[in-house]
């Protein structure tokens, strides 16, 4: 029960060299992207086809999915 109680590591806890924690911050910025790619396309399989193709023919779509997934 006690390590349940345990706080999670922040991401900086010690000061880290610049360049690895800008390799940190590009590799959790592809992670999120390719997450939300992911959830993109599985919500695109769950909807009727009419509706799949009227979010993809908006150019928006991605922007406006992302930003509901976000909140």
């Given at each position: 029960?006690?390590?349940a109680l345990q706080a999670k590591p922040k991401y900086?806890?010690?000061a880290l060299p610049g360049a690895?924690?800008?390799r940190l911050y590009r590799q959790r910025k592809a992670d999120r992207e390719r997450h939300t790619?992911?959830?993109i396309a599985e919500l695109l399989a769950t909807v009727p086809e009419d509706v799949?193709?009227?979010l993809?023919?908006?150019e928006r779509y991605n922007e406006i999915i992302t930003?509901?997934?976000l909140r």
């Open positions: 029960m006690e390590a900086f806890e010690t690895e924690r800008q790619a992911e959830l799949a193709a009227r993809t023919a908006d930003a509901a997934l």
